[in-house]
């Protein structure tokens, strides 16, 4: 049953590739896979099932080929997010009929590949908060980069190849990073939004406290960090 679930896939992932996303049926794909559509029901539950493993095939096959490291050997934070944020571009260019379906809106449940990109995506938003250099709190980081990201994409793959602005993604990345990141001089930034975001970083980590407490410390810290952002 493997082998024929990874041949489903495959097929899907051709017929995406080569005739487009309105070719990725559950028939089209059945036709090509030479199974019967009820065969693909029964291993992915429908047609979003299907696009997810597509998806998760595609994402593994295109990070084992470029081979990039997610972050720098320095392991400077601001170079990992920006290298995550390289890749994330690549990506959505060399897989547009794949990625439009990904962000098509309205569609019923977010993606596995896309989940597991927003835990790698959460997992860098970490890092920059504990090393003091966010100026927001992390949510609101995770999703400006998130937006940000996938806006940067879609209006590439609107614009054809040959009119691309090849400046436009560092660009939209420096955009962002300037309105997330806080200075990062000689002595630390010590303003209450960014002392308070890198605080909240260790709060699950602190001793001698309860769960409750801890819960009670983050429910006032991101209080007062709404506060902030609202002044």
Wanted: glycine letters at 8%; a negative charge.
């Amino acid at each position: 049953m493997a082998e024929v679930r990874a041949s489903i896939v495959e097929a899907a992932a051709r017929l995406l590739r080569e005739e487009g996303a309105r070719a990725v049926t559950t028939r089209g794909v059945a036709q090509a896979a030479g199974v019967q559509a009820p065969t693909i029901y029964r291993l992915f539950g429908d047609k979003d099932g299907l696009v997810q493993a597509v998806a998760e095939h595609v994402m593994a096959t295109y990070v084992a080929a470029k081979s990039v490291s997610a972050a720098d050997a320095d392991g400077d934070p601001v170079a990992d997010l920006r290298a995550g944020w390289r890749m994330h571009v690549e990506f959505g260019l060399a897989n547009p009929e794949l990625y439009a379906l990904l962000t098509t809106p309205g569609r019923s449940d977010t993606s596995a590949a896309t989940a597991a990109g927003i835990d790698v995506l959460r997992a860098r938003v970490r890092r920059l908060a504990a090393a003091g250099l966010l100026r927001v709190d992390e949510e609101r980081a995770l999703m400006m980069i998130h937006a940000a990201g996938n806006g940067t994409v879609l209006a590439l793959l609107g614009t054809p190849a040959a009119e691309r602005d090849p400046g436009l993604s560092g660009a939209m990345f420096d955009a962002v990073a300037g309105s997330i990141l806080a200075a990062a001089p000689a002595t630390p930034d010590t303003t209450p939004s960014t002392v308070a975001v890198t605080f909240a970083t260790v709060v699950p980590d602190l001793p001698a406290l309860t769960d409750a407490e801890r819960s009670l410390m983050t429910e006032w810290l991101a209080r007062s960090l709404a506060h902030l952002r609202s002044r």
